[in-house]
């Protein structure tokens, strides 16, 4: 029930399109589910995140779309761009709680 | 500091042997978290501090793992008698609220 599943496991997008990567999760005490963007030798780095009282959140060409019901949630990336092509991760967390857990990660290629 | 530090960045231990990664949060962030990533795969929880007291361990896949923090401040995760199985990123990440700042982390490879 802790689980979060992540897919794709990998994707390849031309430059100019949009990617889309999608998060399942069981746990409905879940209140918290931020997107991480990780390169190699690197750790993840916050991207953008949202709570369950709002059905998407746009930053700049990142955008969440949130669906409590399937509690199923997503990451676009509009207008991708090379410097894109990273892993990505989805987390899901209880506030209190605060420890996170993650999806196994989406290896994001951009085309140039 | 600005960010997260971790060191060593790269640690290459026989197995038997005794370990010890250091993180260094970024200052005044109250909670700090240690997580483990295996080779493609997403982070997992080990353990977590708010300030010195360690809330939630866990994620400590065994007593071998033991993580400090006794001023608030710099967090050591021990690892004794390694194992190969103990091979992965060890990760620190440190908050004031909500939103990890994580460390480069730690490449930790037993042989």
């Known amino acids: 029930q802790q689980q979060v599943k992540q897919s794709p496991q990998s994707l390849i997008v031309q430059k100019g399109g949009i990617s889309i990567i999608n998060c399942a999760y069981e746990n409905t005490a879940f209140d918290y589910f931020p997107w991480y963007q990780q390169f190699p030798g690197k750790g993840p780095a916050l991207l953008i995140a949202?709570?369950?009282?709002?059905s998407e959140k746009k930053e700049g060409r990142f955008t969440i779309s949130f669906n409590k019901s399937a509690k199923q949630f997503s990451l676009h990336i509009m207008d991708s761009q090379p410097g894109d092509s990273a892993t990505y991760f989805c987390a899901a967390g209880i506030q209190g709680a605060q420890k996170l857990v993650f999806g196994q990660g989406t290896r994001l290629t951009i085309n140039p | 500091g600005a960010g997260v530090s971790q060191s060593p960045r790269y640690k290459v231990a026989k197995r038997g042997q005794d370990v010890a990664l250091r993180c260094d949060p970024i200052s005044g962030h109250v909670s700090l978290f240690w997580y483990q990533q295996a080779l493609g795969q997403g982070p997992e929880f080990l353990t977590y501090f708010q300030n010195e007291a360690q809330l939630d361990k866990s994620g400590l896949p065994s007593d071998r793992f033991f993580a400090e923090r006794p001023e608030g401040s710099v967090s050591t995760l021990k690892i004794q008698r390694t194992q190969q199985e103990d091979s992965a990123v060890y990760l620190c990440?440190?908050?004031?609220?909500?939103?990890?700042?994580f460390g480069s982390g730690t490449r930790l490879t037993v042989v």
């Open positions: 990440a440190s908050t004031k609220s909500v939103g990890y700042t």
């Open positions: 949202i709570r369950p009282d709002v």
